[in-house]
Structure formats: structure tokens, C-alpha cells
């Protein structure tokens, strides 16, 4: 069964990383979520993708440079805003508490790969693990590094190899890793290559699938997950196939 991760949430029709958004996934059926997590200056971990504010509130500057008190005071509704009205950024423990209240899955991604975050990787894994979230959780980044980390201080914990192009044999590489799974751009990825893979017991999550077409192929291929912008589209074809 191909599961449907909703990519920071319900992302083509919400506020990207916002709790509308999350509520939206899992009410259009999804199986769990995707969100990104930095670290703000007083050492609260919030829910944004980018290192800076400026593409998704109303706000200029770098997260790191914020306390959450002064970053909570920004409009995050981005886009949506007539749809929504004002929206926070989440804290990451915002997000695991209301998430603890349902059966979703989630995926933690680092964003730590350009902004090194002192201390991310023990602030997110004291959070999971005060919600009992262990068992739902996938920790993911396009950093190599805090994935190791992640391992290290959390070996109980799924973590997956992030990335979107160049790695030829990535089974081989994640086995390397001790990883159980490869989030790879769904663009760069073969048919042969996702089969091998799966074959070697490694899960197969492309992101960031979208478009109907490619959502109906991956389906037909068995992939373990999607992450996608759109659950509904997702959670209607896919389905269809289950």
C-alpha cells in the first residue's frame, strides 16, 4: 500500500507549514504529514522551510535572528490569506500535540543543511519523544550529518536519505548510512532503480509528486509513499489502485 504524506501539509491550497494546512491533510484522508523545523534565537523549534521569513510572512530576515515571541507576531497565511486569515508559524511542539491526538505519520525534515542549528537534532528528539511519537516519526535532511546525528542519539527513531539527484545506487548507500529509506526527487528516480530499492528493503518516498500522471505511475510501481502538495489528488488516485 502506497501511504500519502501531505507535504507541509495541504501546501497547494494552504499556507505552507501552518496548522491549516496539517488539518487540511489529514482531513482530506491523508496518512501523515511533512514539515520542516529550524531553530529560532531563543532555542525554539518552529515549523518553516526556508532559513529566512521574507517568501512566506509578512516578516524580512533569518529565523535564527527572531525569538519565537517576536516570530509568532508574523503573518504566515502567505498566498492564502483571504482563505484563512492570519496564521502563526507552529512551533514543532505545537504540531506533535495536536498530532499525538490522531494516527498520522509524520516527516521531520531538518533544515539544517545551509543554517547549522546548535542543538536541533536533541530539542526535536526530546519533543517526539515526550509525545510518545516514536513509532510515526521519519526524520529526514539533505544534511548527512545531522541524519548521523539523529542515528546516533536516536537509533529507535526511521531516519531516510533526502536528496534529489546523483546518488546511481542509492540502496547501497542508505544501507551504508543505516538508513531505511530514500526520499529522492521524484523527477531523478528510474522505475528499475525504485524496484531494486524496494527489493533491498529499503522504502521508497519520492517528493514532491503532484501532478496526476506521475502519482498514477509511482502507484503502479508500488513505491511505499508519496509526499505530495495535493493529498486529495493523491489520496483519489492512489486509492483507486489500493
Known amino acids: 500500500m ?3 504524506f501531505g507535504h507541509r ?3 497547494g491550497t494552504f499556507p505552507e ?3 491549516p494546512s496539517f488539518q487540511e491533510a489529514a482531513r482530506l484522508g491523508a496518512d501523515g504529514i511533512e514539515l520542516d523545523v529550524q531553530m529560532t534565537k531563543d ?3 518552529v515549523v518553516i522551510h ?4 521574507d517568501r512566506t510572512t509578512n516578516g524580512s530576515g533569518a529565523v535564527l535572528d527572531y525569538t519565537y515571541d517576536e516570530l509568532s507576531k508574523l503573518d504566515a497565511s502567505h498566498t492564502f490569506s483571504e482563505k484563512t486569515g492570519f496564521c502563526t508559524i507552529p512551533t514543532l511542539e505545537e504540531v506533535l500535540h495536536w498530532l499525538s491526538k490522531t494516527e498520522l505519520l509524520i516527516n521531520i525534515e531538518f533544515k539544517n543543511n545551509k543554517q547549522k542549528y ?5 530539542e526535536v528528539i526530546t519533543l517526539v519523544r515526550k509525545y510518545g511519537l516514536e513509532s510515526r516519526t521519519v526524520f529526514s535532511s539533505f544534511s548527512q550529518t545531522s541524519i ?3 542515528r546516533e542519539l536516536a537509533p529507535d527513531i526511521e531516519t531516510a536519505l ?3 539527484f546523483g546518488v546511481r545506487i542509492p540502496w547501497l548507500y542508505a544501507k551504508r548510512l543505516g538508513v531505511s529509506a530514500i526520499h529522492p526527487n521524484y523527477k531523478y528516480i528510474a522505475a528499475p532503480v525504485i524496484w531494486l530499492t524496494l527489493l533491498n528493503n529499503i522504502a521508497v518516498r519520492p517528493y514532491t509528486v503532484n501532478d496526476e500522471e506521475s502519482l498514477r505511475k509511482l502507484g503502479k510501481l508500488g513505491i511505499s509513499a508519496v509526499i505530495t502538495d495535493y493529498p486529495d489528488r493523491a489520496v483519489r488516485i492512489l486509492r483507486e489502485n489500493r
Do not use: F, H, P
Open 2 to 4: 502506497t501511504l500519502i
Open 9 to 11: 501539509g495541504a501546501a
Open 118 to 122: 546548535r542543538g536541533l537534532e536533541e
Open 162 to 164: 533526502l536528496y534529489k
Open 50 to 53: 526556508d532559513e529566512t521569513v
Open 148 to 150: 548521523m546525528k539523529c
Open 43 to 45: 532555542g525554539t523549534v
Open 17 to 19: 507549514n501552518t496548522m
